[in-house]
């Protein structure tokens, strides 16, 4: 039987794709949308052809099993933890939260409720990072021994450079993905952190760059540059990759490299069209079923902590001028 | 006529003495190699004399200018020998293994008034200098975020000095101080260094690094390099400003690409070689500008102090690589 889920606030624009994932999917039904902004919640409920709830308790009272939560960070606490109480399964956007106290209280609650939690990490489900993680795990390039990685992307604007309520610039935004990735990859956990971060894209009170540098317990040094450093004129909007050197060779992978180049004279622009795997449906079908068959989530709560926990600890290493050891005290 | 004598036949000597042939005002007179044969061989190409001996070569070939390309330890002695001899000098990067061997070579040339070049040949590449020419141009506005990476497979030279760190530095003294030289042209002194390396792990033929550093206008320059990557040879810049962005990869730069199907006995396939040909080399270029220096008495547009620095910026990343700590520059 399809899963019945909702969406809680469309304030991330991940929300979209995740929306429209879940129309897509015969397995699982949109049974409803809510959303503090009245306007888009609407909108996007004529969009994907459900319901709009006036409010996130008429959402949750209705019969759906899951939920996606998708408003600016600091209220992915408030919104998780409402549909725990509910009983509501959810899957939370990245980061999980904007500091580690309100990560663990997300986790607590939806454990002692009995839902699952899930941060929602898609860059795992990229058909070229699961052909990394298989031959890393088959040994094709030996052991590990330095990964570099980039989450680069245009400065999104909106909640996400308002700090009270995304929780940080660049560096919380474009940290999680990659930091996940290799944690996910090496099997092992990030024990350091140093970071050089500015704000010498934008010139506001927000990180626009920041380049970290993270050791792991098993040795491997990795860097990650998590900057909002594409201009607007960019024909994409960023890019994951991951350059892993290994004892017997070397692993160079641009997860979004599957595109073409569109040169229009309509607008003078030049764009790249991402012809490869939809991540975002791949995500949300692996959350549903793990609602539908009462299966662990592939990718939890803690995961989506100890990645917050690397991008909080560049913070203080950038404020100090120190390496900093994790996992934070 | 500017007599020239090269120190050392190895590879670097084989990229230098022939980039003088193609020169007016230059002649190699002399090539000195302790192999004999090295020596007489480089020396037969350029129609000069071979030594084995630097001062018999001095005394015998009458150079005006002194080229040094043996590996990087003995860069300060033959530098010395030859400002002590009078003879303006230019020698291969990095300029010394160390600081202190840096600065007895500019106080040894400066003693003795002669013209004193390290060779930082990136800054005679035209994808280098142009790329410059757009940042100071503001194309992408002011800087903010710089990414370099150099590298590909481990480097075989004699006695196999690359891969003994004493002697070379491992690839971050010896490979990406070009890249540390080409961002202090470009946004001028660092502050602090933080890097991450396999230099100290004894991997045999494998070294790589992660280096991040912080300059004084607040640019932050992520630089890696690499002795492990089959891949072939790669070089990448990217510029990030606060208005616009610049890209480079000579994976992509590739004008020409010669693949053979007539494949040799004993190779599993055809190779395809990508090339980027250019009218003019840059160790031409490069050479060609100290010549012109030496002949007009004019300081070249890189200095002893700049080769200083670059080095500089080399040892702060091995120190921060065993330290585990961010190395202030300077300080």
Known sequence: ?329 | MQRVALVGAGHMGKVHGPAYAGMLNAKVVGVMDIRKDAAKELATALDAEAYTDFDEMLESAKPDVVDVCVPTPWHKEYVIRAAKAGKHVVTEKPMGRTLDDCREMIEATQRAGVIFMPAHVLRFFPEFASMKASIENGAVGNPAVVRTTRGGSFPHGWEDWYGNFEWSGGLVLDLIIHDFDWLRWNFGDAERVFAKGLCTRNLGHLDYALVTIRFKNGVIAHVEGTWANPTGFTVKVEVAGDDGLIDFSNKVAVPLIIARSKVEVGQGQGVAIPESPLAQNPYYAELQHFIDCVEKGQRPAVTPEDGMKAVEISLAALESINTGQPVEIGG
């Open chain 1, 1 to 329: 039987m399809a899963v019945k889920i909702g969406i809680m606030s469309f304030a991330h624009m991940h929300a979209c794709s995740y929306a429209s994932a879940a129309v897509r999917n015969p397995n699982i039904i949109l049974a409803g949308v809510a959303d503090d902004d009245k306007e888009r919640g609407q909108k996007m409920a004529d969009m994907f052809e459900t319901t709009y709830y006036p409010s996130y308790e008429a959402l949750l009272a209705g019969d759906i099993e899951a939920v996606v939560v998708t408003p600016e960070n600091a209220k992915h606490k408030e919104l998780t933890l409402m549909a725990a109480e509910a009983g509501k399964h959810v899957m939370c956007e990245k980061p999980l939260a904007p500091n580690l106290a309100d990560g663990r209280e997300m986790i607590e609650v939806c454990r002692a409720k009995g839902v699952k939690l899930m941060t929602a990490f898609p860059c795992r489900f990229s058909p070229a990072m699961r052909r990394v993680k298989e031959a890393v795990d088959g040994g094709a390039i030996g052991e590990i021994l330095a990964i570099k990685g980039t989450n680069q992307g245009k400065m999104p604007g909106g909640w996400f450079i308002e700090l009270e309520k995304s929780g940080g610039g660049a560096v919380i935004d474009h940290t999680v993905h990659v930091v996940d990735l290799m944690r996910w990859l090496m099997k092992s956990e990030p024990k350091e952190v140093y970071a050089e971060i500015s704000n010498l894209m934008h010139h506001q009170d927000y990180d626009d760059v920041g380049v970290l540098t993270i050791t792991f317990d098993n040795g491997v040094f990795t860097t990650l540059d998590s900057s909002w450093s594409r201009p607007k004129s960019f024909p994409f909007w960023g890019n994951v990759t991951m350059e892993i050197t290994g004892t017997e060779g070397v692993i160079l992978m641009d997860m979004f490299a599957q595109t073409f180049t569109v040169y229009s004279d309509k607008n003078m622009q030049t764009t790249w069209n991402f012809w490869g795997s939809d991540i975002d449906y791949l995500l949300v079908n692996d959350f549903a079923m793990a609602v539908a068959n009462n299966l662990p989530v592939s990718i939890t709560g803690e995961d989506g902590l100890k990645a917050v926990e690397v991008a909080l600890g560049a913070y203080e290493s950038a404020r100090s001028g120190v390496p900093i050891k994790l996992p934070l005290e």
